[in-house]
């Protein structure tokens, strides 16, 4: 039954059960009494038609094997001291022996291998009377419950219960159609995976249903692919080898999935199979002698990774996946070494496609960690952001303006001619945190980054880039920063510069046209491109106090009404 009430009481009848055979344990459950008696109504009732009774029969016969075996596990340790002290006192010399003490030892050990024998006897008759049938019962509950006790036994008593013998259970069960279910399955195996000691025990296992456990990381129910990537995770930490590259590969994709938390455990399947931080041998520097952050290495396999995986729109998503389980993606200097250093004797440059998917995932990074959000349309929604998480999201954007605040301008410059690059790179200012213009004593700087938006202004037409400078200055120019008065001389510069090309252009091709002339392509290309600067900027920065509105109102009009011809565009 479900509610606050019902949980509690379900709670405190798996805890009676545990409680009664641990205080039974030294004596009474060996009477042949009590137990053969519980267990045989439990057994009973495990099988009625009634579904309440299967259900809570099942719950209490599978926690009553799991009392027994916490008590097999103190049997297990009191014979081996029994016989460690055994084995001490035979070894003594006869005369400095106790026979009566030899004995006591003997009948004792004897007393508990019965006592072992005894519980290993009830724990295989109810294994077979109850778990064998309840296992596969219609109620997914049922099966549930069976799935999650056979892995603690395993876990806590693997001498008897991990083997193939038991654990095709769980393999079986894999396939069941209830995620509920399925999800338990991989609870069971995830410690036992886990675990150095157990390794050993899995290999028949991993190697039967190994296919079936990596096809479950795009189960359905998303909480069951968490579950089955940490598993592959696990399977690839102690079975290496066991994993092909295809089974690889299956995994790799999950990170640009559209739920977060899938996408995030297939990051940490990356960082264990493809993002491993080197032994440092020898060190690799640049061309003028900077030596490469450790970082390197890994930052152009992550590029490399983009690449192959030909999503390209999905930057974002593969940077939500792993920025919070690999430092190399906040390490700004490492990736701005790439893109700024020429590279050393060692090293090989990177191409074309690589620095702009280097500079496309690092734009990416920049913005999640300024803002602390998963990218647009990967859910579940998050929750109100925590103390802690706010502060992080202070410190990286800190760290990250006084990074990009001396190392943009020239990021500007070597990529001033490519369009795609200069865009993001141009977007970066949008995330600072710009009061450290002014307390780190910054001001040479803001004017080189004003004066190379000036430049790519006025010599780009690329609608992106154009975008991108009108709304990074719109940012710079938030009324009330301290910075507020300087951006904004910079800026009616730079639209006295857009308005009074738009003029130019404007009356040179009323001066073609009233004299009934033709407008070659160039003045063409004049008005289209001084328009679309205007009309751009017109949408992030007022420019009333310029008075183009009247002359650009008549020239629409008049094209509209087919008095004067205007291009297309």
């Given amino acids: 039954m479900t509610g606050q009430q019902w949980k509690k009481f379900r709670q405190n009848f798996c805890d ?97 291998e019965e006592n072992m024998d005894e519980i290993k006897n009830m ?24 799935m999650a006790e056979i892995g603690v036994w395993m876990k806590k008593f693997h001498q008897n219960f991990l083997d ?20 338990k399955c991989l609870q069971a195996l995830q410690p036992l995976y886990a675990s150095e000691e157990l390794k050993g025990k899995l290999e028949l296992f991993t190697s039967k249903f190994k296919d079936r456990i990596v096809a479950m990381t795009l189960d359905k129910e998303y909480d069951v692919a968490v579950q089955a990537v940490r598993l592959v995770i696990s399977i690839l930490k102690h079975h290496r080898d066991i994993l092909t590259d295809k089974d690889c590969e299956h995994v790799y994709e999950l990170v640009y999935s559209s739920h977060r938390a899938v996408a995030q455990a297939a990051g940490e399947f990356l960082n264990e199979r493809l993002f491993v931080p080197e032994d440092v041998g020898a060190t690799i520097r640049t061309k003028r002698g900077k030596k490469r952050l450790p970082n390197t290495p890994l930052i152009r396999d992550l590029v490399q990774f983009f690449i192959e995986s030909e999503l390209h729109e999905h930057g974002a998503y593969l940077v939500d996946s792993l920025i919070e389980s690999n430092d190399m993606m906040k390490d700004w200097e490492c990736m701005t070494d790439l893109l700024l250093e020429e590279p050393g004797i060692q090293e090989e440059p990177l191409d074309d496609r690589q620095e702009t998917s280097l500079i496309e995932l690092m734009v990416c990074c920049v913005r999640q960690a300024a803002m602390g959000e998963a990218p647009v349309g990967r859910g579940p929604n998050r929750k109100i952001p925590s103390v802690k998480e706010i502060k992080q999201v202070q410190d990286d954007k800190q760290k990250l303006t006084e990074h990009f605040i001396s190392t943009l301008p020239p990021l500007i410059d070597k990529y001033r001619a490519d369009p795609d690059k200069l865009a993001n790179l141009i977007s970066i200012p949008q995330h600072f945190d710009l009061e450290i213009y002014t307390t780190s004593r910054q001001e040479a700087n803001l004017d080189l980054l004003l004066k190379k938006l000036h430049q790519v202004v006025e010599k780009h037409h690329d609608t992106d880039v154009l975008e991108t400078c009108a709304k990074t200055l719109e940012v710079l120019c938030t009324d009330g920063n301290a910075i507020y008065t300087r951006c904004d001389v910079q800026r009616s510069t730079l639209v006295d510069t857009i308005v009074n090309k738009y003029k130019e252009a404007m009356d040179d091709w009323n001066c073609l046209i009233e004299g009934a002339e033709t407008p070659d392509d160039d003045e063409t290309f004049s008005v289209v491109n001084s328009l679309k600067k205007v009309a751009i900027f017109y949408s992030c920065h007022n420019l009333g106090s310029w008075n183009i509105w009247s002359s650009l109102f008549k020239d629409v009009v008049e094209a509209k009404d087919g008095n004067r011809t205007l291009p297309e565009e």
């Fill in 16 to 112: 009676f059960v545990a409680q009664l055979v641990k205080q039974c344990q030294y004596s009474i459950i060996y009477d042949q009494y009590l137990m053969d008696n519980v267990i045989s109504l439990l057994t009973g009732l495990s099988d009625s038609q009634v579904r309440a009774f299967r259900h809570t029969a099942t719950l209490a016969a599978m926690k009553l094997m799991t009392a027994l075996v916490d008590v097999a596990l103190v049997v297990s340790v009191n014979l081996d001291n029994t016989q460690r002290q055994y084995e001490a006192e035979r070894q003594k010399a006869r005369d400095k022996r106790a026979s009566d003490r030899l004995e006591s030892l003997m009948a004792k050990r004897q007393e508990l």
């Fill in 123 to 146: 724990l295989t008759y109810m294994f077979k009377s109850v778990f064998v049938h309840r296992y596969r019962d219609t109620l997914p509950e049922i099966r549930s419950i069976c």
């Fill in 164 to 183: 193939d013998s038991y654990l095709k259970y769980i393999g079986w069960t894999l396939h069941d159609k209830v995620g509920e279910v399925r999800l």
